[in-house]
């Protein structure tokens, strides 16, 4: 199954001084997801943000707030996240021996449920947890920094992954060093999702963020038309919204 390219900015790469605003310029430029990386400076070596920021800024936009959590431990937090406003949670496999129990909680929370893996992490991690998952998140660089180089080493990994997931509702979402360049490779590999930071937040403001979305959903949808082209343009939107998670 092939789905409509969806783009969900991450705000690591926004100005922290006019948050607020950002988002709302944001939403305006054409974002469908809004990307929340949250740092804990133990399980990546770098802290970001919390719950009560992610709290702060949801009233601001009614896009799906992506959630990527880069913690460990990471059960303990799930709640306080939920209860912010995350639409999607998202956990990474290696941050601890109970991914099940994670993706188990996240959906009794009444939220979507999302695995990621780090560079090194082969796709059989997520083997047995695909029927609890509604999103996988492909780490395209070492998570713990916005603006690093794409890792042409994870298209294989993303194409395994499309094949593992068949015709179930989830997800393929890349995020790292995502931009317009190499937009097409990602979605012909499969990804239907992309997270985009610093090829986003470039530029002066909104009508540059909407060049830099417009441009890498261009050149994704390109590229997934040439590997799936069975799928036209003109049937995707009528998957659903954009805003919708799935
Ligand atoms: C990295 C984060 C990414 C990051 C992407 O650990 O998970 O979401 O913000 O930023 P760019 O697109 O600049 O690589
Ligand atoms: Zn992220």
Not at 54 to 82: G, N, Q, S
Not at 94 to 103: C, F, K, N, Q, T
Not at 114 to 120: A, F, M
């Amino acid at each position: 199954m092939t789905r409509e390219i969806l783009i969900a900015p991450s705000i690591l790469a926004a100005d922290f001084t006019r948050l607020g605003e950002e988002i709302a310029v944001i939403d305006a430029a054409g974002a469908d997801w809004i990307h929340c990386d949250v740092m804990d400076g133990h399980f990546v070596p770098n802290i970001s943000y919390g719950a009560d920021v992610i709290k702060a800024i949801r009233p601001l936009t009614k896009k799906v707030f992506d959630v990527h959590l880069m913690i460990a431990p990471v059960d303990p937090y799930l709640e306080a996240f939920a209860k912010a406003g995350a639409d999607i949670i998202t956990v990474h496999a290696e941050a601890g021996v109970h991914i099940d129990r994670s993706l188990q909680a996240i959906r009794a929370l009444g939220k979507q449920a999302g695995v990621s893996l780090c560079p090194g992490t082969p796709e059989s991690a997520i083997e047995y947890v695909l029927d609890a998952l509604d999103v996988v998140l492909v780490m395209t660089v070492n998570p713990g920094f916005g603006g690093q180089s794409f890792l042409p080493s994870q298209l294989e990994k993303i194409t395994r992954i499309r094949t593992m997931i068949g015709n179930r509702p989830i997800r393929l979402e890349v995020d790292g060093g995502i931009t317009r360049d190499n937009a097409a490779a990602v979605a012909a590999a499969g990804a239907d999702t992309l997270v985009a930071g610093s090829a986003v937040f470039r530029g002066k403001g909104g009508a540059d963020y909407a060049g830099n979305i417009a441009a890498i959903r261009i050149a994704a949808e390109a590229g997934r038309l040439a590997k799936f082209p069975s799928k036209s343009a003109a049937e995707a939107p009528a998957e659903g919204a954009r805003a919708s998670v799935a």
